[in-house]
């Protein structure tokens, strides 16, 4: 299976903590994405990084990208009650035209 | 106006029963998707189209046929449902199907009894 692993698969933190979630992959890919998706809803995308690229910022979010190690990581910062959601890494991989694989997810819960 | 549209939002039906699933999206996209999303929260591509053309078909069982009649619309039809069935079934699109950003609906749970 190409699934990507997500670690970890459950993250509690207080409201204006930062929140890291990593993301691992199998193979080469063309770009990886992260995707938000609030309990009974669907997937909201929030940010692509390309193969060729080390990092990439979106307001509070900040993604990394290691292809060495086959790696992604999705920080976002000062965290709000509203970021409670599942957080989901995808990844384009080289020669799977217009294939997205989905890894397992984190659910991140933000208290107040 | 929603982007990506899918109904009914859920399902309630008897294993063997037929049912179909029906998307829309008012995107301009060229591209659409099937995706399962199980209980545990994974999330499988089954199909996609590209302007009404199929393109990927996972190992899906024969008893799922989408159809395409356009490429704003991708409808899902399940022959003889069975308990392991039971998901959220999503419809995503895509601009051009390069693997950029997905637009996904809002699901559609089925529960099949």
């Known amino acids: 299976s190409q699934q990507g692993e997500e670690d970890p698969q459950a993250l509690s933190i207080q409201e204006g903590e930062n929140a890291t979630m990593n993301c691992s992959y199998k193979?080469?890919?063309?770009?990886l994405q992260w995707y938000r998706q609030n309990s009974g809803r669907g997937l909201v995308h929030l940010i692509l990084?390309?193969?060729?690229?080390r990092e990439k910022h979106s307001g509070r979010l900040r993604v990394t990208l290691d292809t060495s190690k086959k790696s992604s990581s999705l920080l976002i910062t000062a965290s709000r009650a509203a970021d409670t959601a599942s957080y989901f890494c995808?990844?384009?991989?080289?020669?799977?035209?217009?294939?997205?694989?989905f890894g397992t997810g984190t659910r991140l819960q933000v208290t107040l | 106006d929603t982007a990506v549209s899918q109904t009914p939002k859920y399902l309630v039906t008897q294993m063997g029963n037929d049912k179909s699933i029906k998307c829309e999206q008012n995107?301009?996209?060229?591209?659409m998707y099937w995706y399962k999303q199980d209980s545990k929260k994974f999330l499988k591509i089954m199909f996609s189209?590209?302007?009404?053309?199929?393109?990927i078909n996972e190992t899906v069982p024969n008893r799922f046929s989408p159809k395409s009649p356009d490429k704003a619309h991708l409808n899902l039809h399940i022959n003889s449902l069975e308990l392991g069935d039971s998901a959220v079934y999503f419809c995503?699109?895509?601009?051009?199907?390069?693997?950029?950003?997905?637009?996904f609906g809002e699901g559609s749970r089925l529960t099949v009894l």
């Open positions: 995808a990844t384009a991989y080289t020669g799977t035209a217009s294939k997205l694989t």
């Open positions: 193979t080469s890919i063309n770009n």
């Open positions: 995107l301009g996209h060229d591209t």
């Open positions: 990084i390309r193969s060729n690229e």
């Open positions: 995503a699109s895509s601009q051009d199907g390069r693997t950029g950003e997905l637009f």
């Open positions: 189209y590209n302007n009404k053309e199929l393109i």
